[in-house]
Nanobody
């Protein structure tokens, strides 16, 4: 499994960005796709997850502002981020997981910077 994130950038507080996570390889083994974020020197933090069936879960810190979705035809998972805050500034990563939660792969990350 190979994952590539894109869509990061710099926005002002209150703005929006849409991140993409494109999968290739043995994608049939992916049961869930998750978005995580990490600031330098900090632990990687879970943001949202979507299952192959479309079920979604969100961290409390992003609930109501971020939306995770998928386009199965394009093997891509999206993270729509609205009402961005400076504390959302991080490198965002996606991963692919098996049904049992085993992580198959991580992407390389995409930087999101929100200025006040």
């Amino acid at each position: 499994v190979h994952l590539v994130e894109s869509g990061g950038g710099r926005v002002q507080a209150g703005g929006s960005l849409r991140l993409s996570c494109a999968a290739s390889g043995s994608i049939a083994s992916i049961n869930r796709t998750g978005w995580y974020r990490q600031a330098p020197g900090k632990q990687r933090e879970w943001v949202a997850t979507i299952s192959s069936g479309g079920s979604t879960n969100y961290a409390d810190s992003v609930k109501g502002r971020f939306t995770i979705s998928r386009d199965n035809a394009k093997n891509t998972v999206f993270l729509q981020m609205n009402s961005l805050k400076p504390e959302d500034t991080d490198v965002y990563y996606c991963n692919g997981q098996t049904r049992g939660g085993f992580v198959l792969a991580w992407g390389q990350g995409t930087q999101v910077t929100v200025s006040s």
